[in-house]
Nanobody, 114 residues
Framework: QVQLVESGGGLVQAGGSLRLSCAAS????????MGWYRQAPGNERELVAV???????NYADSVKGRFTISRDNAKNTVYLQMNSLKPEDTAVYYC????????WGQGTQVTVSS
């Protein structure tokens, strides 16, 4: 079992920045990919960014150039640095990892005001 705890969400004005963190605990030795997803009201959950154990990354087109995902394997933590935020980035952001199965965090609200 893996537990994921997110932090760092909040309210920010358009153009601002936020940094999300997600700490993993439990069977961390089995974690391969870690990532962030988001879900806005009325929308399906969508991939934001993912990072592999070796550091390879993949981003949704809508966040490329604005968001950066990083991973500290020593701290079992994944980060999402979000810059140049837009109102359409408003959503609940979920941390995700793969460790023989998929695990999800509880979600953290990000609200970007115009």
């Amino acid at each position: 079992q893996v537990q994921l705890v997110e932090s760092g969400g909040g309210l920010v004005q358009a153009g601002g920045s936020l940094r999300l963190s997600c700490a993993a605990s439990g069977s961390i030795f089995s974690i391969t990919a870690m990532g962030w997803y988001r879900q806005a009201p009325g929308n399906e959950r969508e991939l934001v960014a993912v990072v592999g154990r070796g550091g390879s990354t993949n981003y949704a087109d809508s966040v490329k150039g604005r968001f950066t995902i990083s991973r500290d394997n020593a701290k079992n933590t994944v980060y999402l640095q979000m810059n140049s935020l837009k109102p359409e980035d408003t959503a609940v952001y979920y941390c995700n990892c793969v460790a023989f199965r998929t695990y999800w965090g509880q979600g953290t609200q990000v609200t970007v005001s115009s």
